[in-house]
């Protein structure tokens, strides 16, 4: 099993920049696809990107691709979100999400964290 716990989130204003972190404990980080989800009020959790096992193969939605960038580092058990040129759009609970299947953007994710916060202003 994998323990989830996401940090970074926050206000900011259109045009900026966030960074989330999502610490993994547990066993065998590196045997785990990673993902970032996000639910705005009142929509649907949706897909925002996906990394391989060891990080050399990416994946992201198309509403922030070019935007975002998601990596990982297996030695600290954290994987990122580097959010850039953050729009109003964007403002939704961020969730980091883990699988040891080879998970796709439509397929049910095993692990979950809590969230984090984003906010975008106009």
């Known amino acids: 099993q994998v323990q989830l716990v996401e940090s970074g989130g926050g206000l900011v204003q259109a045009g900026g920049s966030l960074r989330l972190s999502c610490a993994a404990s547990g066993r065998s980080f590196s045997a785990y696809i990673m993902g970032w989800f996000r639910q705005a009020p009142g929509k649907d959790r949706e897909f925002v990107a996906r990394i391989s096992r060891s990080g050399s193969s990416t994946y992201y939605s198309d509403s922030v691709k070019g935007r975002f960038t998601i990596s990982r580092d297996n030695a600290k058990l954290t994987v990122y979100l580097q959010m850039n040129t953050l729009k109003p759009d964007d403002t939704a609970v961020y969730y980091c999400?883990?699988?040891?299947?080879?998970?796709?953007?439509?397929?049910?994710?095993?692990?979950w964290g809590q969230g984090t916060q984003v906010t975008v202003s106009s």
């Open positions: 999400a883990a699988d040891s299947r080879n998970v796709g953007e439509y397929d049910y994710w095993g692990y």
